[in-house]
C-alpha cells in the first residue's frame, strides 16, 4: 500500500476519535464572539453573534457523541468563515486607506 494512503487512512481515523468536551465546545463559542467583534459593520456582528448563540442553545442538550462531534465540526468551519470574512474586510480596509493617503488606484501594469 502506498505511503499516502497509510497516511491519510491514520488522519482519518484520527479525526474520528476526536473527543469534543465542554471546554472545546465553550472555547469555540468564545472564539466565534470574539471573531464577530472584528467585524466592522454592525449587522454583521449582530447576524455572526446571534447565529452562533441560537446554534449553541438549540444544541445544548445534545447526548450522542456523534451529533455533537457533528455540530462541533460545523462551528469549527463556521468559525473559519467567520475569520476569513474578518480577514477579508480588513484587507479591503488597508488597501481602500493606500489608496486615499497615495491619492491614486494601483493597477496590474503600474509598478
Do not use: W
Amino acid at each position: 500500500r502506498p505511503a499516502e494512503d497509510r497516511g491519510a487512512r491514520c488522519i482519518s481515523r484520527n479525526h474520528f476519535r476526536m473527543q469534543v468536551g465542554r471546554r472545546e465546545v465553550l472555547q469555540l463559542y468564545r472564539s466565534l464572539l470574539k471573531a464577530a467583534k472584528h467585524l466592522t459593520e454592525d449587522n454583521q456582528l449582530r447576524f455572526v453573534t446571534e447565529r452562533a448563540r441560537i446554534g449553541f442553545r438549540k444544541n445544548k442538550n445534545l447526548t450522542y457523541k456523534d451529533e455533537i462531534l457533528l455540530e462541533y465540526r460545523m462551528g469549527l468551519t463556521y468559525l473559519d468563515t467567520v475569520q476569513i470574512r474578518v480577514n477579508h474586510l480588513h484587507a479591503i480596509q488597508s488597501a481602500s486607506q493606500a489608496v486615499i493617503e497615495g491619492g491614486h488606484i494601483p493597477t496590474s501594469d503600474s509598478k
